[in-house]
């Protein structure tokens, strides 16, 4: 079966614009969560959906946001872009009960 | 304040060499210790553990719980170069949607 994908692979972008990044769960899979990555900080958690509900969210400013399509794709938008914001963005599919993600190969942003 | 911690942060080997990766948790209504292994990209899936003192083997890979004293290790056994990676640990909540991850131990071994 496919995989978590996510789109775009990377992106360049400058301060203070914004930017979408898309993710496509494994079939069947409700829950979608998504996760910055920086060398700095390790995997930081961004928001839970599950079932096109915010189920949880991490220590990110209101910059950052997200939401679930009825088909459980999701997207995480991020607003007024700052230089720190660049990072992997990984996103991770599962059941939805804690039992294991399976992530996708993420967006690299460059925020210049 | 739910939190993840990895011990080493980094640890470099000779192949052959047995390593043993420590990794305690906090986290509340806690379900579920994942292992997982980063190479490039994307984490791959190791191990899930729910019980205490059951191990889960994948080759020369193993884990344990220990659910009273909040830890778990993640043993490699006879290492291989492509061993090398990030290994994150992450603990998950009852209903799955909270998953906290460690900062990682990144393990090097050496051919």
């Known amino acids: 079966k496919a995989g978590v994908t996510q789109t775009p692979r990377y992106l360049i972008k400058t301060r203070g614009q914004q930017v979408t990044l898309s993710c496509s769960p494994i079939?069947?899979?409700?829950?979608v969560s998504w996760y910055q990555q920086t060398p700095g900080q390790g995997l930081q958690f961004l928001f839970e959906?599950?079932?096109?509900?915010?189920?949880n969210k991490g220590n990110f400013p209101g910059r950052f946001s997200g939401r679930q399509f009825s088909n459980s794709r999701s997207e995480m938008n991020v607003s007024t872009l700052e230089l720190g914001d660049s990072a992997l963005y990984l996103c991770?599919?599962?059941?939805?009960?804690?039992?294991?993600?399976?992530f996708g190969s993420g967006t690299r942003l460059t925020v210049v | 304040e739910d939190k993840v911690v990895q011990s080493p942060l980094s640890l470099v080997v000779h192949e052959g060499d047995t390593v043993t990766l420590n990794c305690s948790y906090e986290v509340t209504n806690f379900r579920s210790l994942l292992w997982y292994k980063q190479e490039k990209k994307a984490p791959t899936f190791l191990f899930m553990l729910t019980s205490s003192g059951i191990e889960k083997k994948s080759g020369r890979l193993s884990s344990i719980l220990d659910k009273k004293e909040l830890f778990s290790i993640l043993n490699i056994t006879a290492t291989q170069t492509g061993d090398s990676a990030v290994y994150l640990c992450?603990?998950?909540?009852?209903?799955?949607?909270?998953?906290?991850f460690g900062a990682g131990t990144r393990l090097f071994v050496k051919a």
């Open positions: 079939s069947g899979h409700r829950s």
């Open positions: 992450a603990g998950g909540n009852t209903g799955g949607f909270k998953t906290i």
């Open positions: 991770a599919s599962g059941a939805g009960t804690g039992d294991g993600y399976t």
């Open positions: 959906y599950f079932s096109e509900t915010q189920r």
